[in-house]
């Protein structure tokens, strides 16, 4: 509603208006600061912080890996904090049939100590050709017992520093006597 000047709404601005410089008063304005000159592109500092952090992997601890004890019939699933549940669920669904299928590692018929060698070595050459997601077939031993090479197998898993997920299979691939490995990418120089 319109109304005249000099009427008791335009004193309420006003004095609306001084209350707001009153309260004001002592307030400096805001002097933008100039950035710093960066001195390498940021994403080449960011891989020189990364190449500082990363230290020599710990060795494999079998008896934390047997802690787990797993029977041959359990299902696995493991992640590291901040994976989505998104890629939780695209890693439990596998590859899609027209997808190329995983590279994969079966260790059946190997003794512990050398499916742990074959393992890391495994994950090595994964890493250097780029693969984010594999599948390892560890089977699953007999029914009625701990499945050791099953066991172990995830315990290393999940020691390893390049992995980052990993999840029984689907029945296509092995079901519970081989999991889906969704690995951390390795940056390339």
């Known amino acids: 509603m319109l109304m005249p000047p000099g009427t008791s709404h335009d004193r309420d601005c006003e004095d609306d208006h001084a209350l707001f410089l009153a309260a004001v008063h002592d307030v400096a304005p805001w002097q933008p600061q100039?950035?710093?000159?960066?001195?390498?592109?940021?994403?080449?500092?960011?891989?020189?912080?990364?190449?500082a952090d990363v230290q020599t992997p710990p060795p494999l601890d079998d008896t934390q890996a047997a802690?787990?004890?797993?029977?041959?019939?359990?299902?696995?699933?493991?992640?590291?904090?901040?994976i989505s549940v998104r890629h939780l669920r695209r890693l439990a669904h596998g590859p899609r049939p027209e997808q190329a299928p995983l590279p994969s590692l079966d260790l059946h018929g190997l003794r512990l100590a050398e499916a742990r060698q074959v393992l890391l070595q495994w994950l090595d050459h994964l890493q250097a050709q780029g693969y984010t997601q594999a599948l390892l077939v560890h089977g699953k031993g007999h029914p009625q017992r701990p499945a050791p090479m099953k066991t172990h197998a995830t315990g290393w898993l999940m020691q390893h520093p390049a992995i980052l997920a990993l999840c029984s299979a689907q029945p296509r691939h092995g079901g519970r006597g081989a999991l889906y490995v969704l690995l951390r990418r390795q940056d390339r120089e």
Do not use: C, D, I, W
Not at 35 to 51: E, F, G, I, K, S
Not at 68 to 82: D, I, Q, Y
């Open 67 to 82: 802690a787990l004890a797993l029977s041959g019939e359990e299902e696995v699933r493991f992640h590291r904090p901040g």
């Open 34 to 51: 100039p950035l710093p000159a960066r001195t390498r592109p940021l994403r080449q500092r960011v891989r020189v912080q990364a190449q």
